[in-house]
């Protein structure tokens, strides 16, 4: 069940300051996530370990980003933000 948990917070990856909109998962400068859910928005999870945007895929007019854990090697895939900076994975 997807519960939305509207927070911002600072990337640990890069420092950027993000404002999150409910749905915001990764940060959208370098596109780092943490792993913190077992289900979306849920805040589960305790790993907590960094997750390194590994590839991304488009599906009609969507694109999606696939985060593999550092910690644990879990993958989530997620839908990209109009925000985000997609040339972190295309450059």
């Excluded at 998962?25 to 589960?44: Q, T």
Aim: glycine share 8%; with cysteine.
């Amino acid at each position: 069940m997807f519960v939305r948990t509207k927070e911002d917070f600072m990337c640990e990856q890069c420092g950027a300051q993000v404002r999150g909109s409910g749905y915001t998962n990764h940060c959208p400068a370098c596109l780092w996530s943490k792993h913190v859910d077992v289900n979306p928005g849920d805040r589960a999870e305790a790993c907590s370990g960094m997750m390194k945007p590994i590839s991304l895929a488009k599906k009609r007019e969507k694109f999606s980003i696939t985060h593999q854990c550092l910690r644990c090697g879990t993958e989530r895939r997620n839908i990209a933000a109009q925000v985000d900076n997609l040339e972190q994975l295309l450059g």
